[in-house]
C-alpha cells in the first residue's frame, strides 16, 4: 500500500507542476514521452538523380544559408575540471561543457543550458531542483520564473539572499513540454551536478521535489516521506522538501496551503539548527 501511495504521491505533485508551468495537456504518444520524433530518412542517391540541375542549384543554395546541423546525439558525460584552476574557473569551465554537451536528447530541444548559479565559495546551502522550466530556459539560470520567486523568499526567510547560496537542478536543459526527465537523462547529466558538489563544497544541501531526492539519494522513496528528514550525500548533510511549484499550488488559498508550507519552514529551520544559525526576526508591520 506505501508503494502505491508514493506513486499516487509522484502523479499529484508532477501533475500540479505541469499545470503550475502552464501545460493545458499532457502528451501520451511514445515518441513525444522520449523527448524526440522518428527522423525522416531519405536516401541520397534517389534525390540526386531526380533532381535537375535548376534543383542542384537552389539545393546549394539552401544549404549554404542553412545553420550548421545539430551535435549528434550520443555519449558519455565526462566533465573535466582542472586541479590548479579556482572554483569560479572550474565551474566556468563547467558551464561551457554543459552548454557544448549532446549525450542526451535534451540538447535539441532547450534554447540555453541551465547549470546553475550562486556563490562557489563553501556556502550554507546548496538548492537543487530537478530541471530548467520555460523561463530558466530562455534565460539561462536556474529558478528564475514564479517557482523562483517563492524559492527567493524561502531564502530570504532564512536570512540569505540568493546570491549566498548555490542554486542548480539535476539536469541542465529543459525537457521537451516541461516534462518530468527521464532516468536515462539524469543519469547521463548526474556527473555534472556531482562535479559541481565537488566543487563548491556546500555545508547542507536542500532538495526540492521528488524528483531531485530520488536522483541524487539513489531512491525509490517518496518525498511526502523524506520530507523534512536528514540524509547524507558524499558526507554532507542533505534535507528534502517540496518543490517550490507544489508549495504554491497546493490547495491554494486553503488551509492544506498553509500546512504543506508550515512543513516546508520546519523543514528549512532544520537546516539553520543544523548550521548553528538561527532566521533573522520578521519586521513588525507599521503601528504594531
Known sequence: M???????????AHVTLLKELGEKSIAL??????????????????????????DSTKQATA??????????????VEPKVDPNATREQNLASLAQQIDACACCVLRSNRTKSVPGQGNPNSP???????APG??????????????GQFLTKMIEAMGYWREDVFIANICKCRP?????????????????????????????IVLLGNVAAKAL??????ITRLQGQWTSYEGIPVMPTYHPSYVIRFGEGTDDS???????????????ERLGKKPPARKKKEGN
Open 176 to 204: 521537451p513540454g516541461n516534462r518530468t526527465p527521464m532516468p536515462n537523462e539524469m543519469m547521463t547529466c548526474f556527473p555534472f551536478l556531482r562535479e559541481q558538489i565537488k566543487i563548491i563544497q556546500p555545508k547542507t
Open 29 to 54: 504518444r511514445p515518441d513525444t514521452l522520449a523527448g524526440f520524433d522518428e527522423p525522416t530518412v531519405t536516401d541520397a542517391n534517389d534525390a540526386a538523380a531526380a533532381s535537375t540541375p535548376a
Open 2 to 12: 506505501s508503494e502505491w501511495t508514493d506513486i499516487i504521491d509522484a502523479v499529484s
Open 258 to 272: 498553509y500546512q504543506v508550507k508550515r512543513k516546508v519552514w520546519h523543514a528549512l529551520l532544520a537546516v539553520l
Open 63 to 76: 544549404q549554404s544559408a542553412s545553420p550548421a546541423p545539430a551535435p549528434v546525439i550520443g555519449g558519455k
Open 134 to 147: 520555460a523561463d530558466e530556459d530562455q534565460q539561462g539560470l536556474a529558478f528564475v520564473g514564479r517557482a
Open 124 to 130: 550554507d546551502v546548496m538548492f537543487i531542483g530537478e
Open 217 to 222: 539519494l539513489d531512491t525509490q522513496t517518496g
